[in-house]
């Protein structure tokens, strides 16, 4: 079984910027696509990025390219998300999952992950 934990959420102010990290357990972390999503109160997960287990391709939801970026290190077991010029609708929780399967097709989907950490959170105020 796969652990996730996640780190780095806080409070910042809008323009301001936060760098997550999720560390993974296991030996195996260089084969998941890892994927960061974000949840909102009362709102449902939304997909926020993805990353390839490589590193090679990325993945993005529209209201965060341009300011959001992903990023893994394999030997840290370990993959980040460096979030510039956030703004209050960024508020929310954050979660990092992973999955061993799928397509690109599918990286959106929070179904097709097998393992979620338990989210860290970050707020975006004045």
């Known amino acids: 079984q796969v652990q996730l934990v996640e780190s780095g959420g806080g409070s910042v102010q809008p323009g301001g910027s936060l760098r997550l990290s999720c560390v993974a357990s296991g030996d195996t972390f260089s084969t998941y696509t890892m994927g960061w999503f974000r949840q909102a109160p009362g709102k449902d997960r939304d997909f926020v990025t993805a990353?390839?287990?490589?590193?090679?391709?990325?993945y993005y939801a529209h209201f965060v390219k341009g300011r959001f970026t992903v990023s893994r290190d394999n030997a840290k077991n370990t993959v980040y998300l460096q979030m510039n010029r956030l703004n209050p609708e960024d508020t929310a929780v954050y979660y990092c999952a992973g999955r061993t399967g799928g397509t690109i097709a599918t990286m959106y989907r929070e179904d097709e992950y097998d393992y979620w950490g338990q989210g860290t959170q970050v707020t975006v105020s004045s």
């Open positions: 990353i390839t287990g490589t590193g090679g391709s990325t």
